[in-house]
């Protein structure tokens, strides 16, 4: 069975400053995708950024990257320059059927 | 393009009645999974449809089934209610095993 584990249920950082969201997932499959979705209180989730399992390179979208330890089966997320309006949950997500880590709930204080 | 649409976007139901959820994917998506997410919780994943059948399954009853018509639409069927599916129903399309894309979801609250 594949997991997803997000051990951090609730963070906060304030605005301008990085904070870094944690992911860990399980499983015996070597080629996979993995997925950080956000989804603010209007409730639609959003994708974030996408990390293919066969690329070595970290994958990165503007403010957002990640660092991916394949050997360590770790996807963590990092939000630089945080925004008010990134506020909201945010969920880690593996392969194509999308199972999800049970979320952080990240604040950004003014 | 209109994205994911999904309908209704509430909906209240009696304990033992039978609701269906619709879901219409992204233009050019041909894969559509449901998801329930109770309120605090991570979406958890109910199954996934492509070429009108069902490709994978989560771990939920056989009074959760779902269907995919030739347009690519989708329907999740619950027989049954209980009181514990009450929840956020969410669908979200895909294309060739690329990211989903997820439409605003159904809350559904059985009474």
């Known amino acids: 069975a594949q997991t997803v584990t997000q051990s951090q249920p609730e963070m906060s950082v304030q605005e301008a400053e990085t904070v870094t969201l944690s992911c860990t997932y399980d499983?015996?499959?070597?080629?996979?995708?993995l997925f950080w979705y956000k989804q603010p209180p209007s409730r639609q989730m959003i994708l974030v950024i996408r990390?293919?399992?066969?690329?070595?390179q970290n994958a990165t979208e503007n403010r957002f990257s990640v660092n991916f330890q394949k050997a360590a089966k770790s996807f963590s997320l990092k939000i630089s320059d945080s925004q008010l309006g990134d506020t909201a949950m945010y969920f880690c997500?593996?392969?194509?059927?999308?199972?999800f880590g049970a979320g952080t709930r990240l604040t950004v204080k003014p | 393009d209109a994205g994911v649409t999904q309908s209704p976007t509430h909906l209240i139901k009696t304990r033992g009645q039978q609701v269906t959820l619709r879901c219409s994917p992204k233009s050019g998506h041909d894969t559509v999974s449901w998801y329930q997410q109770a309120l605090g919780q991570g979406p958890q994943f109910i199954f996934q449809?492509?070429?009108?059948?069902?490709?994978q399954r989560g771990n939920f009853p056989d009074r959760f089934s779902g269907h995919q018509f030739p347009n690519y639409s989708s329907e999740l069927n619950v027989n049954a209610l209980l009181l514990g599916d009450s929840a956020l129903y969410l669908c979200a399309s895909s294309f060739l095993g690329n990211e989903a894309f997820f439409g605003q979801g159904t809350r559904l609250t059985v009474v």
């Open positions: 449809y492509y070429e009108e059948e069902e490709r």
């Open positions: 499983t015996s499959e070597n080629n996979y995708y």
């Open positions: 990390q293919e399992a066969y690329k070595q």
């Open positions: 997500a593996f392969n194509n059927d999308m199972r």
